[in-house]
T-cell receptor, first 114, second 115 residues
Framework: AQSVTQLGSHVSVSEGALVLLRCNYSSSVPPYLFWYVQYPNQGLQLLLK??????LVKGINGFEAEFKKSETSFHLTKPSAHMSDAAEYFCAALNSGGYQKVTFGTGTKLQVIP | GEEVAQTPKHLVRGEGQKAKLYCAPIKGHSYVFWYQQVLKNEFKFLIS????????ETGMPKERFSAKCLPNSPCSLEIQATKLEDSAVYFCASSKSGQGRETQYFGPGTRLLVL
């Protein structure tokens, strides 16, 4: 069964510092990969996704992620954190060969310190 | 509509009472998914529909949980005789198709609290 692992349930960064949220997947076949953001008491908003093609994916709000097959990783980065980035971030995967049944990681809560 | 709509936003039920949650997918989307987010942020897939047909119900508890997507009506998720452990946020998502690369768009969720 496919699984998604997010290393670090809480990450704190200073405003303006680099944001790095880690995600690894386990799948014999590279899945489609997604990052979602959840603000308090709100639903999930798609930040970016990787399906095929370019392995460096750019998303909204200045975020980007790189698919690395050799490392089975899809880490999320942002060069400079903003206070408004404080939220919960979820990495998700679904089988590229099948239909959609998303597997989520357990989330990483990002705190931005002024 | 352009967004997945879920009602109600909050729902409080006494243990043993029935709970019914609603989801209106984005217009033109033929797939609907229900997920349960419990404490510690674990998302659990419950069920998916292709139009009004159940596509995958492998995540649905056999007892007490049921779901429907009827034509021209919001989809619904019903829990008979709620239990304390049913307290969670229930998210609905929709997508244009069941193809893997299609993005699932999530609603704001319904927070169910069972007392």
């Amino acid at each position: 069964a496919q699984s998604v692992t997010q290393l670090g349930s809480h990450v704190s960064v200073s405003e303006g510092a680099l944001v790095l949220l880690r995600c690894n997947y386990s799948s014999s076949v590279p899945p489609y990969l997604f990052w979602y953001v959840q603000y308090p008491n709100q639903g999930l908003q798609l930040l970016l996704k990787y399906t095929t093609g370019a392995t460096l994916v750019k998303g909204i709000n200045g975020f980007e992620a790189e698919f690395k097959k050799s490392e089975t990783s899809f880490h999320l980065t942002k060069p400079s954190a903003h206070m408004s980035d404080a939220a919960e971030y979820f990495c998700a995967a679904l089988n590229s060969g099948g239909y959609q049944k998303v597997t989520f990681g357990t989330g990483t809560k990002l705190q931005v310190i002024p | 509509g352009e967004e997945v709509a879920q009602t109600p936003k909050h729902l409080v039920r006494g243990e043993g009472q029935k709970a019914k949650l609603y989801c209106a997918p984005i217009k033109g989307h033929s797939y609907v998914f229900w997920y349960q987010q419990v404490l510690k942020n674990e998302f659990k897939f419950l069920i998916s529909f292709q139009n009004e047909n159940v596509f995958d119900e492998t995540g649905m508890p056999k007892e007490r949980f049921s779901a429907k997507c009827l034509p021209n009506s919001p989809c619904s998720l019903e829990i008979q005789a709620t239990k304390l452990e049913d307290s969670a946020v229930y998210f609905c998502a929709s997508s244009k198709s069941g193809q893997g690369r299609e993005t699932q768009y999530f609603g704001p969720g319904t927070r169910l609290l069972v007392l």
